[in-house]
């Protein structure tokens, strides 16, 4: 993986290429990557290149075994903006993001992790809206995303306690996707990537806005959602039914075992 720090050597976040997945790290040890207004702008810049750049997949993570402990809230210096508070929460990457998350994804990290697609979640991490102990609004996402993920009753029991949710748990509730064992959610994150990265584009991408475009939309407009968004891709469609009835992708080839294989 070649390193191309996106603000310096000392910058708070980092920019990496590995083939086609663009990984994006908040490195912040000293405050477990906690988000400050300089590192909202930087985390904005990235996303912003990812867009740029042919990148077809992007992680995001934490530097050191901590994924994000939210708004710093030493530095108290966050600032509304059109692209939410941490920078880039109010807006949808147009590659798909996956959470690689290791140790504390709390308060506004568990807000980032629920902006991303997909969140691989090593064995011990822990989730919580660790804010309530403070009297911090959740403000990037949290109260329309989480209840989204997890349901009603589990993100309010989440959210109003502030409850500590460890790896399984989350997993069992959807909040984590996938495990990984510890020190590996990085890993396990950008080889997912590159398996995304392998499938044809733009249907995975059209069904992606079709899922997004359709939330909270009535059963039959959601519906017609997808089906415009079917019929832009309708090409690559026959294409792939032509490589099939060639004898490609036969007894499941080419699909991730869910039993590990």
Known sequence: MSDHDLDGDDGPVH????????????????RRNA???ETSQHLLDAFTRVEETDAKVAVLTGSEGTFSAGADLKAMDLQDSPEGWLGFTRTRCEVPVIAAIEGHCVAGGIEMACWCDIRVA??????????????????D?????????VGLGRALDMILTGRAVDAETAERWGLATRLADEGEALETAVELGKQLADFPQDTMLSDRDAVYDGIGTP????LGLEGW???????????GADRFAGGEGRSGAGIEDPDGG
């Open 122 to 139: 090593a064995k011990g991490a822990t989730f919580g809206c660790f804010e309530r102990r403070f009297g911090v609004p959740l403000v």
């Open 141 to 149: 996402g949290g109260t329309q995303r989480l209840p989204r993920i």
């Open 35 to 37: 988000i400050d207004y």
């Open 219 to 222: 059963l039959q407009q959601g």
């Open 15 to 30: 920019y990496e290429r590995d083939g086609p997945v663009a990984v994006v790290t908040v490195d912040r040890p000293e």
């Open 229 to 239: 968004h079917g019929s832009r891709v309708l090409r690559t469609a026959e294409a």
